[in-house]
Nanobody, 124 residues
């Protein structure tokens, strides 16, 4: 079992950067693939990025490719999402998720554990 707590959200202007963190508690964090999803009001929860348990492989949604970077520090049980060149359409609640022994999972249903989310608002 793993518990996830996101932090780092806030209100920024278009073009700014923001770095989200997701701290995991529980055992064997390094055995989990980690992902970031986001959900805007009235919309479904969408895949943003994922990173393999080893940190050696990553995958991104086309909408964020080249602007967002996912990384992890297994010694700190933390996964990060560096968001650059933010746009108003990036506004959403961002969720961290974990899947045991996953290989770059991109679907909502593949993840076993979820955080409570952190709000990111990008003004134009």
């Amino acid at each position: 079992q793993v518990q996830l707590v996101e932090s780092g959200g806030g209100l920024v202007q278009a073009g700014d950067s923001l770095k989200l963190s997701c701290a995991a508690s529980g055992r064997a964090f390094s055995n989990y693939a980690m992902g970031w999803f986001r959900q805007a009001p009235g919309k479904e929860r969408d895949f943003v990025a994922t990173i393999a348990w080893s940190g050696g492989m990553t995958a991104y949604a086309d909408s964020v490719k080249g602007r967002f970077t996912i990384s992890r520090d297994n010694a700190k049980n933390t996964v990060y999402l560096q968001m650059n060149s933010l746009k108003p359409e990036d506004t959403a609640v961002y969720y961290c998720a974990a899947q045991l022994l996953g290989v770059l999972p991109k679907r909502f249903a593949e993840y076993n554990h979820w955080g409570q989310g952190t709000q990111v608002t990008v003004s134009s």
